[in-house]
């Protein structure tokens, strides 16, 4: 009996040291062939998806608990994973304004559009971009249909972006130095207290699990930011598949204005190994099945929607992945990275998406995602 006792513990452990084992000769793979910088990547990409699902943080969850159930902790815990590392980002970006970039866009009529429908789309499937990232990582069925759509929404938007964009957009604005972070800073205070005021008593409270995910993503986009040389980012690398896809069965991109560009056409002849955003992007799957399995598996059951619902996870899909070309990034790059780096476009992305986020929680029960 004791034997019998043993041996399930035995193999869960066997289990697990197999997955940190497997985990880090890939990132080491990645480095002997890419370079070091890329195998850091990498594991930075595992601890996002580690972080964002052993800690069970995200974007799409806490803004849907916020307008149905008036739980503001969620939202609490991302305006302070964006203050923090708002106090990083400000000064390195003046530091090394050649070395690193911030996430800056400009206000247009087609970024406001792009981010409502994104709003809309997530709570659709519950999930943004890294949401979704993370959900399929796990073995979310929902999100396992959307993600490839996901990717090609993304493909597309960017193909046909320069003709939205054309209708109209303001120059960019972006927040810089001490009274940027300063005005920044106040800001999400200003949000925070908001959010505060409008919660339940209960719903005021960040729990301990939330403050630590907190932290965690907060290092993680830091470390991101100083090793790619760019704020975390989702979108650009799931269209960077699908236009590698298509350049393999003889598309002609070249001719595209955004994937004709110099910078793109040079990402498109590389490996996704030196794709900084590619390499976060798989490192979030794997690090949210890595954690999937470590709590004993991909044991999801398969959800029973009706037809409507897996009709409407492909079109959110790929409206997610349009929606966040034309908005210039999703909740990860336009919002939290976007705000954390100055960029006025991500709190007018948040305005326009929370809005839109109302709109979907209510389609998602129509749409028979809920009893």
Same mark, same amino acid.
Request: glycine letters at 16%.
């Given at each position: 009996?004791?034997?019998?006792?043993?041996?399930?513990?035995?193999?869960?452990?066997?289990?697990?040291?197999?997955?940190?084992?497997?985990?880090?000769?890939?990132? *080491?793979? #990645?480095?002997?062939?890419?370079?070091?910088? %890329?195998? $850091?990547? $990498?594991?930075?990409?595992?601890?996002?998806?580690?972080?964002?699902?052993? *800690? @069970?943080?995200?974007?799409?969850?806490?803004?849907?608990?916020?307008?149905?159930? @008036?739980?503001?902790?969620?939202?609490?815990?991302? $305006?302070?994973?964006?203050?923090?590392?708002? #106090?990083?980002?400000?000064?390195?970006?003046?530091?090394?304004?050649?070395?690193?970039?911030?996430?800056?866009?400009? #206000?247009?009529?087609?970024?406001?559009?792009?981010?409502?429908?994104?709003?809309?789309?997530?709570?659709? #499937?519950?999930?943004?971009?890294?949401?979704?990232?993370?959900?399929?990582?796990?073995?979310?069925?929902?999100?396992?249909?959307?993600?490839?759509?996901?990717?090609?929404?993304?493909?597309?938007?960017a193909s046909h972006l320069f003709w939205w964009t054309g209708l109209g957009s303001l120059p960019v604005v972006a927040l810089a130095g001490g009274s940027g972070l300063g005005v920044t800073l106040a800001g999400l205070a200003g949000l925070a207290a908001l959010v505060w005021w409008r919660a339940t008593p209960e719903g005021r409270v960040l729990p301990r699990r939330l403050m630590l995910a907190a932290l965690a993503v907060a290092g993680l986009a830091v470390l991101n930011l100083m090793i790619a040389g760019q704020p975390w980012g989702v979108v650009y690398g799931l269209g960077l598949w699908v236009a590698k896809g298509a350049s393999l069965v003889g598309a002609d991109l070249a001719a595209n204005p955004f994937w004709g560009a110099a910078g793109n056409q040079a990402r498109l002849a590389q490996s996704l190994l030196t794709d900084v955003t590619s390499l976060t992007n798989i490192g979030i799957i794997g690090g949210a099945f890595l954690v999937t399995v470590w709590r004993g598996g991909l044991s999801q059951p398969l959800q029973r929607l009706p037809r409507r619902a897996w009709v409407a996870a492909v079109i959110?899909?790929?409206?997610?992945? %349009?929606?966040s070309r034309l908005a210039f990034g999703c909740n990860v790059g336009a919002f939290f990275s976007g705000i954390s780096t100055g960029s006025l476009h991500g709190w007018v992305w948040f305005a326009a998406a929370f809005l839109g986020s109302v709109v979907g929680v209510r389609l998602r029960r129509s749409l028979g995602f809920e009893g």
């Amino acid at each position: 009996m004791l034997i019998a006792a043993q041996t399930p513990a035995r193999a869960g452990i066997a289990t697990r040291a197999a997955l940190i084992g497997a985990a880090l000769v890939l990132a *080491l793979a #990645v480095a002997a062939l890419a370079g070091a910088r %890329y195998g $850091l990547l $990498l594991l930075v990409g595992l601890g996002f998806g580690i972080a964002l699902e052993g *800690l @069970r943080f995200g974007f799409a969850g806490p803004w849907r608990a916020m307008i149905l159930r @008036r739980e503001g902790g969620g939202i609490l815990a991302q $305006l302070l994973a964006i203050a923090l590392v708002a #106090v990083v980002a400000f000064p390195l970006l003046a530091s090394f304004p050649d070395e690193i970039l911030g996430a800056h866009a400009p #206000v247009g009529f087609a970024m406001i559009g792009g981010a409502f429908v994104f709003g809309a789309a997530m709570q659709i #499937v519950l999930g943004c971009g890294s949401g979704t990232l993370v959900n399929a990582g796990s073995g979310n069925a929902v999100s396992l249909v959307a993600l490839p759509f996901f990717a090609i929404g993304s493909f597309l938007g960017a193909s046909h972006l320069f003709w939205w964009t054309g209708l109209g957009s303001l120059p960019v604005v972006a927040l810089a130095g001490g009274s940027g972070l300063g005005v920044t800073l106040a800001g999400l205070a200003g949000l925070a207290a908001l959010v505060w005021w409008r919660a339940t008593p209960e719903g005021r409270v960040l729990p301990r699990r939330l403050m630590l995910a907190a932290l965690a993503v907060a290092g993680l986009a830091v470390l991101n930011l100083m090793i790619a040389g760019q704020p975390w980012g989702v979108v650009y690398g799931l269209g960077l598949w699908v236009a590698k896809g298509a350049s393999l069965v003889g598309a002609d991109l070249a001719a595209n204005p955004f994937w004709g560009a110099a910078g793109n056409q040079a990402r498109l002849a590389q490996s996704l190994l030196t794709d900084v955003t590619s390499l976060t992007n798989i490192g979030i799957i794997g690090g949210a099945f890595l954690v999937t399995v470590w709590r004993g598996g991909l044991s999801q059951p398969l959800q029973r929607l009706p037809r409507r619902a897996w009709v409407a996870a492909v079109i959110a899909g790929l409206a997610l992945g %349009y929606a966040s070309r034309l908005a210039f990034g999703c909740n990860v790059g336009a919002f939290f990275s976007g705000i954390s780096t100055g960029s006025l476009h991500g709190w007018v992305w948040f305005a326009a998406a929370f809005l839109g986020s109302v709109v979907g929680v209510r389609l998602r029960r129509s749409l028979g995602f809920e009893g």
